[in-house]
T-cell receptor, first 113, second 114 residues
Framework: SQQGEEDPQALSIQEGENATMNCSYKTSINNLQWYRQNSGRGLVHLILIRSNEREKHSGRLRVTLDTSKKSSSLLITASRAADTASYFCATGVKGQGAQKLVFGQGTRLTINP | DAGVIQSPRHEVTEMGQEVTLRCKPISGHNSLFWYRQTMMRGLELLIYFNNNVPIDDSGMPEDRFSAKMPNASFSTLKIQPSEPRDSAVYFC????????????FGEGSRLTVL
C-alpha cells in the first residue's frame, strides 16, 4: 500500500480562501516532501521538511510535520486560480546512496474564481 | 539546464510490441528514478539508480520490464512484450543523490497499448 495517504482526495474552494491538505504515513522517514502536478505535466517540488523539523514556510505555503502521529499538513494561504492542481506528499526513505520517495495518491485542488 | 528530458512524450502501440522509453537526467545528478502513474494505483516507483547502478528494482512489475543506465546522461525503460495494462504515464526523475534530495521530474511519457 502507499506510504503516504492524502486527505481529502478532492477539495474545491473559492479564490482567496485557504486550502489545507493532510498526509499520513506508516513508517520512519528521512523527510517529507510536497509536490504539485498540473494536468498533463510532471511533478514539481514545493517544499521539504526534515524529520526533526515541525514547521516550515515558503511563500504562501506552510507545512507541518508530526512524527508522533505520522502526519503532515500543507496549507496554501490566499489561494489563486493558478493553484489549481494535484498535490502529493512523498515520504523519503533512506536507501543505498540515495533516498527513495514514496508518493501518496494526491489531493486534487480546484480554486474557483 | 533544460531539466529532465523524456521521450517520446506520447506512444501508442499494439499489444505485443516492444516499447522503449528514454530519459536524460539533469547534468550532475547522481540518482535516477522511474515512476509509473495510473488513476488506479497512483505513482509507483519502478526502479532507481545511483551512479548508474540499479539499486532497487522491487517495483518493476514483471520480467517484461527492464531498465538500463549505460552512462550518467541516459537511461531507458523497456517493455517487451507490451500489454494493455501497461498503459500509463511513465515519469523519469533525477536527484543529486545523498539522502536528502528533492526529485526533478520530466514531463512524462504517456503510453497507450491497444
Amino acid at each position: 500500500s502507499q506510504q503516504g495517504e492524502e486527505d481529502p482526495q478532492a477539495l474545491s474552494i473559492q479564490e482567496g480562501e485557504n486550502a489545507t491538505m493532510n498526509c499520513s504515513y506508516k513508517t520512519s522517514i528521512n523527510n517529507l516532501q510536497w509536490y504539485r502536478q498540473n494536468s498533463g505535466r510532471g511533478l514539481v517540488h514545493l517544499i521539504l521538511i526534515r524529520s526533526n523539523e515541525r514547521e516550515k514556510h515558503s511563500g504562501r505555503l506552510r507545512v507541518t510535520l508530526d512524527t508522533s502521529k505520522k502526519s503532515s499538513s500543507l496549507l496554501i494561504t490566499a489561494s489563486r486560480a493558478a493553484d489549481t492542481a494535484s498535490y502529493f506528499c512523498a515520504t523519503g526513505v533512506k536507501g543505498q546512496g540515495a533516498q527513495k520517495l514514496v508518493f501518496g495518491q494526491g489531493t486534487r485542488l480546484t480554486i474557483n474564481p | 539546464d533544460a531539466g529532465v528530458i523524456q521521450s517520446p512524450r506520447h506512444e501508442v502501440t499494439e499489444m505485443g510490441q516492444e516499447v522503449t522509453l528514454r530519459c536524460k537526467p539533469i547534468s550532475g545528478h547522481n540518482s535516477l528514478f522511474w515512476y509509473r502513474q495510473t488513476m488506479m494505483r497512483g505513482l509507483e516507483l519502478l526502479i532507481y539508480f545511483n551512479n548508474n547502478v540499479p539499486i532497487d528494482d522491487s517495483g518493476m512489475p514483471e520480467d517484461r520490464f527492464s531498465a538500463k543506465m549505460p552512462n550518467a546522461s541516459f537511461s531507458t525503460l523497456k517493455i517487451q512484450p507490451s500489454e494493455p495494462r501497461d498503459s500509463a504515464v511513465y515519469f523519469c526523475a533525477s536527484s543529486l543523490g545523498a539522502n536528502t534530495g528533492e526529485l526533478f521530474f520530466g514531463e512524462g511519457s504517456r503510453l497507450t497499448v491497444l
